[in-house]
């Protein structure tokens, strides 16, 4: 049998009630601004019905898939500048009238917040984000950001351009030491592969050569190599002369024609003046060699008329289709396919030189590195706290959260406002 309760029970049952009522109501007051808006939106939402909009969306061409993708029902309705949600696709229907881009007839069921006279005249469309590289980044950096940071970038590099070229410098060169081994260790084999296809060239183009571009050279440059092989040649031809031993050659010579001798005393001879006494006289020379060479090729890039020509010719070359085939295959098999860049990132990266200069460059770009990533990622709220941006948002509900994949968005006449609070504005 249930106990009664007594006056002294239910008198304390009221009055904790009653405590409970007053401290809301109190609360409520003291706190208004805040409970007001959404203790409205959320009886909006109870009491009114979505409002209805009909038009027409295009359909959007996916690049990945080489596909049109269609408004589907369930899709967002975001506002095209804030992002903001304003309803759903509710139904779609494709128009049977045949046209370059699909277009759909859609019933978009807006949220109640937002009144759909304020949608008179919008500019709808479909819109799809891939969620891939170009588009994380296109997100992130719009024009406008874009155009700051390229500024801060800009002003780094002018204002740090000693210690950006000390850390690079040294890169590039052992990147360019490192080619030209490669280079050197395999031109000469690919060249030899390639001498049939290089005697075809040089055929082809003999008659250029002989009829467009010696000729020049001869007028230009003859008298100055002349000039400048005459003194070097005659030295090199009287110290060949002291040296050379001519009375065994001449004995060299009687014995070749000897009756019941060998024959080859005379090439015997020959070759060892050759190696022994001609070939490290030249190479005593070859320094003099190359300068009066370096001179003349100065020489002729200096004169317009040895410049004309090559540039005729070069043309010539540029233009056919089997050179370029010829310089192209060269030059992959003689530096791009040996060229071993992984092991030459890792020798630059775990060079301690280069990895202390990029180090202080990097201490050096710290603040800017901050800087530009403030600029992206933070945005100050209307109550004046820091927040993430619009932009990281839009990124981490596409990548993380796999939200607006796809989307409706609206382009009012006017900027949309909630209808919450809207009077009392």
Do not use: C
């Not at 406008?144 to 351009?161: G, P, Y």
């Not at 990281?392 to 919450?420: E, G, Q």
């Amino acid at each position: 049998m249930p106990r009664k309760k007594s006056p002294l029970h239910f008198a304390a049952g009221i009055a904790i009630w009653a405590s409970l009522v007053t401290g809301g109501v109190a609360f409520a007051t003291m706190r208004k601004s805040e409970i007001g808006p959404p203790a409205e939106r959320v009886l909006r939402y109870a009491v009114h019905a979505p409002g209805h909009v009909d038009t027409k969306v295009l359909a959007a061409w996916d690049e990945r898939e080489h596909a049109w993708i269609a408004p589907l029902p369930g899709d967002p309705i975001l506002e095209a500048e804030t992002r903001t949600f304003v309803g759903v696709v509710e139904s779609v229907t494709g128009e049977a009238a045949a046209v370059t881009t699909p277009s759909y007839a859609v019933r978009l069921a807006l949220d109640p917040e937002y009144d759909p006279r304020d949608l008179e005249g919008a500019v709808y469309g479909f819109d799809q984000a891939s969620g891939d590289g170009p588009w994380i980044l296109n997100t992130l950096l719009p024009p406008r950001k874009w155009a700051i940071v390229q500024a801060e970038l800009a002003a780094f590099v002018d204002s740090h351009s000693d210690e950006i070229a000390e850390a690079v410098r040294p890169v590039g060169d052992e990147v360019v030491a490192h080619a030209m081994e490669v280079l050197n260790a395999n031109l000469a084999s690919v060249v030899a592969r390639h001498e049939k296809e290089i005697d075809a060239l040089t055929d082809k183009y003999r008659g250029t050569l002989k009829d467009d571009l010696l000729p020049v050279l001869k007028e230009q440059l003859g008298p100055s190599a002349k000039e400048k092989a005459k003194p070097l040649l005659t030295k090199i031809g009287r110290e060949l002369w002291d040296a050379l031993p001519l009375a065994r050659g001449v004995w060299e010579g009687i014995k070749d024609r000897t009756p019941f001798m060998e024959s080859d005393h005379a090439d015997k001879w020959w070759n060892e003046f050759l190696e022994n006494k001609a070939i490290p006289i030249v190479k005593a020379h070859e320094a003099e060699l190359m300068k009066a060479g370096e001179d003349l090729v100065k020489e002729g890039l200096k004169d317009p008329k040895v410049r004309a020509a090559f540039s005729e010719t070069a043309r010539k070359l540029a233009k056919d289709p089997e050179f370029q085939a010829l310089l192209r295959t060269i030059v992959e098999e003689a530096l791009v396919r040996p060229f071993d860049l992984g092991g030459l990132v890792k020798k630059i990266a775990t060079n301690p030189k280069h990895r202390a200069r990029f180090a202080a460059l990097q201490d050096r770009f710290a603040p800017t590195l901050e800087k530009i990533i403030r600029l992206v990622a933070v945005e100050q709220k209307q109550d004046g706290r820091d927040g993430l941006s619009k932009e990281v948002a839009l990124v981490l509900r596409r990548k993380v959260l796999n939200k607006d994949a796809r989307w409706v968005s609206v382009r009012a006449l006017a900027p949309l406002r909630p209808l919450t609070g809207r009077g009392k504005s």
